[in-house]
């Protein structure tokens, strides 16, 4: 990593964790018990990382004391966990650039424009960010941030638009329903006419579609049509019978999923084993002094990929960093018994 300057004022911070996955968000617990305020960032606009995106609902049955838990309930329970410590949260926004400064701390920069100057990093960044999956066809690409937007968090671009929806998840057919009352035609546009979604949200659908308020269109997009003037005019289709087709639109919102993407992190200038970041097992520190890998990003013999590894792996990068600040050994405290602990916890005299 080069030292680099810059011109803007960053946030301070003692330590940023990048990555709000189940580890992220323990990583944040055991910097708080060491007294260590936390900006935590992600990709997504919400936190819980793959329980939350690749299996809110299945069930996890080897976390330590909850014999059974869905993705969605660990995920809740981490949040009450870390409730005390408060993490500034920088949600939707992927860490793009990091790099050393003259003094030792760490510039980091998001790729919405944050930037944080800080003297620690913790990076949980999982698989990788999850990044939306995007469409592949010609001529559509030109249209992306004006007529074209993939996983928008809320609809409000939809206001007086002839909209398409395109999806099949959960995620696609809350945006259709979200779109109703602003746009002046929604339309959902899948490869079968068949959704997957909560029973609420799907009973919405129906009642919409019942009313004449959404429409659904079965078909995969072939090609674009536009406008003399430049603008996206209509999708081309073609059908399940093969039969082709034109669907007139101004604004395609497409929902295909989410796919992590490793991205940034391999420039870092860190140590990497097969895409993974190597790390010091004793401390799970990189190879460089205050930047710390864990979960399912780090790479150290006996590796394995379990959030209970991952909470491990945070306990100890925690412990390594607060006497790193402290240029001094700590004494292990128990939660149980420490008045300073339970003080940090919010819980002082609860005992
Ligand atoms: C179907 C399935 C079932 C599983 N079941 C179990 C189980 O029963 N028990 C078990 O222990 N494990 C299980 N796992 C594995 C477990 O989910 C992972 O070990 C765990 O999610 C790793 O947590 P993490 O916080 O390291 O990473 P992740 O959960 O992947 O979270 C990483 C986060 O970092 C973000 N991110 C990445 N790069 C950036 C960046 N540059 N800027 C900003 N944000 C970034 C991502 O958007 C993501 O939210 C399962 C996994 C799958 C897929």
């Given at each position: 990593m080069q030292a680099v300057a810059h011109p803007s004022a960053p946030l301070q911070a003692d330590a940023v964790v990048i990555g709000a996955g189940p580890v992220g968000l323990f990583q944040v617990f055991q910097l708080g018990l060491q007294g260590i305020a936390v900006h935590l960032i992600d990709a997504l606009p919400r936190v819980g990382g793959q329980c939350d995106q690749l299996y809110p609902d299945k069930p996890i049955y080897d976390i330590p004391g909850i014999p059974v838990c869905t993705g969605q309930e660990?995920?809740?329970?981490?949040?009450?966990?870390?409730?005390?410590?408060?993490?500034?949260?920088?949600?939707?926004?992927?860490?793009?650039?990091?790099?050393?400064?003259?003094?030792?701390?760490?510039?980091?920069?998001?790729?919405?424009?944050?930037?944080?100057?800080?003297?620690?990093?913790?990076?949980?960044?999982?698989?990788?960010?999850?990044?939306?999956?995007?469409?592949?066809?010609?001529?559509?690409?030109?249209?992306?941030?004006?007529?074209?937007?993939?996983?928008?968090?809320?609809?409000?671009?939809?206001?007086?638009?002839?909209?398409v929806v395109h999806g099949g998840d959960e995620a696609a057919v809350q945006a259709a329903i979200a779109c109703v009352p602003a746009a002046a035609s929604v339309t959902l546009l899948h490869r079968r006419d068949v959704f997957c979604a909560a029973p609420e949200p799907l009973a919405e659908l129906q009642a919409l579609r019942a009313a004449g308020r959404i429409h659904v269109t079965i078909g995969q997009i072939t090609g674009v049509q536009q406008s003399p003037d430049g603008c996206l005019q209509a999708l081309e289709l073609t059908g399940p019978d093969g039969g082709h087709a034109r669907l007139p639109l101004t604004l395609l919102l497409a929902y295909l999923g989410l796919t992590p993407r490793l991205g940034p992190i391999a420039d870092w200038g860190l140590a990497m084993e097969r895409k993974q970041l190597a790390v010091d097992p004793a401390s799970f520190v990189t190879n460089v002094a205050g930047i710390y890998a864990v979960g399912d990003i780090n790479s150290y013999p006996g590796k394995r990929k379990l959030i209970l590894c991952g909470f491990h792996e945070a306990t100890l990068a925690a412990f390594a960093e607060a006497e790193r600040q402290a240029g001094q050994k700590l004494p292990l405290e128990y939660t149980t018994s420490s008045d300073r602990l339970q003080a940090r916890l919010g819980v002082a005299g609860a005992a």
């Open positions: 660990l995920v809740a329970l981490l949040e009450r966990q870390i409730a005390p410590f408060a993490p500034t949260r920088h949600l939707g926004q992927r860490v793009d650039a990091l790099a050393v400064q003259e003094d030792g701390r760490f510039l980091l920069r998001t790729t919405a424009g944050a930037s944080f100057l800080t003297k620690s990093v913790f990076i949980a960044a999982g698989v990788g960010a999850f990044m939306p999956r995007s469409l592949k066809v010609d001529g559509l690409a030109a249209f992306l941030g004006s007529q074209l937007l993939y996983h928008p968090a809320d609809v409000s671009a939809a206001r007086g638009h002839h909209v």
